[in-house]
C-alpha cells in the first residue's frame, strides 16, 4: 500500500532537480555512535556545500517539491530504514550532527544514552524550526532553540514510557 506512494515521491523528487532520491545525513545515536540517517532529498544537489549545515528559513536550496515533503514530513519516512537497522527508534530524541553535539554540555550528553527517534517532543514543540532560523543570527538562534530541545528531551528521557510513547506518536500523526 505504501510502496506506490514512495514510488511516486522518488519520480516526483527526480522530476524536479537533478541528484538522487534520497539523503544520507550523518548523525550522533546512541552512545555516540556515528551513522547515517535516511531521509527523502529536499534540498539541491550539494546543497551542504552550497549553505549552511541547518535550513534556514526561505532556504533557497529547498526544491519545489522538497517544501511539500518537508511541510508533509514525508521526507522522514526513509527514516524508518534507521529504525529497522536498530540506529534509531521511532520516538526519541532528534540526532544531531556531530559539530552541534560537540556544543553539549556533559548534562546534555545524557541524552545520548537512548536511541534518537524520527519524533519526539522537541520535533513536536519545533515542528517548522527552520521558519523560527531566519536572518544573519540563525546559528544564534539554532544554538538557543537546540538548547531547549536538549531540556525537552533529558526530561523526556526522565519520565520515559510507553503510554508517553504512543501519545506522541497520535499527535504526530494529528
Given at each position: 500500500m505504501i510502496s506506490p506512494l514512495l514510488f511516486l515521491v522518488s519520480i516526483?523528487?527526480?522530476?524536479?532537480?537533478?541528484?538522487?532520491?534520497f539523503y544520507r545525513a550523518k548523525r550522533v545515536g546512541q552512545f555516540g555512535a556515528v551513522f547515517n540517517m535516511?531521509?527523502?532529498?529536499?534540498?539541491?544537489?550539494?546543497?551542504?556545500?552550497k549553505g549552511p549545515s541547518i535550513t534556514v528559513a526561505n532556504d533557497p536550496r529547498v526544491t519545489k517539491i522538497g517544501k511539500i515533503l518537508r511541510r508533509t514530513k514525508i521526507d522522514e519516512w526513509p527514516s524508518f530504514l534507521n529504525v529497522l537497522w536498530g540506529d534509531m527508534s521511532v520516538v526519541g530524541p532528534r540526532p544531531e550532527s556531530e559539530d552541534w553535539v560537540k556544543k553539549y554540555s556533559k548534562q546534555e550528553e545524557k541524552v545520548l544514552l537512548i536511541?534518537?527517534?524520527?519524533?519526539?517532543?522537541?520535533?513536536?514543540?519545533?515542528?517548522?524550526?527552520?521558519?523560527?532560523?531566519?536572518?544573519?543570527?540563525?546559528?544564534?538562534?539554532?544554538?538557543i532553540m537546540m538548547k531547549d530541545k536538549l531540556s525537552i528531551d533529558l526530561k523526556y528521557f526522565a519520565e520515559n514510557s510507553f503510554l508517553r510513547d504512543l501519545k506522541i506518536i497520535i499527535k504526530t500523526i494529528i
Open positions: 516526483l523528487i527526480k522530476l524536479d532537480s537533478k541528484g538522487t532520491v535516511w531521509k527523502f532529498r529536499t534540498m539541491i544537489a550539494e546543497a551542504e556545500i536511541k534518537p527517534g524520527i519524533t519526539g517532543p522537541s520535533q513536536l514543540k519545533y515542528r517548522n524550526e527552520e521558519k523560527l532560523l531566519s536572518g544573519e543570527d540563525w546559528h544564534q538562534k539554532y544554538l
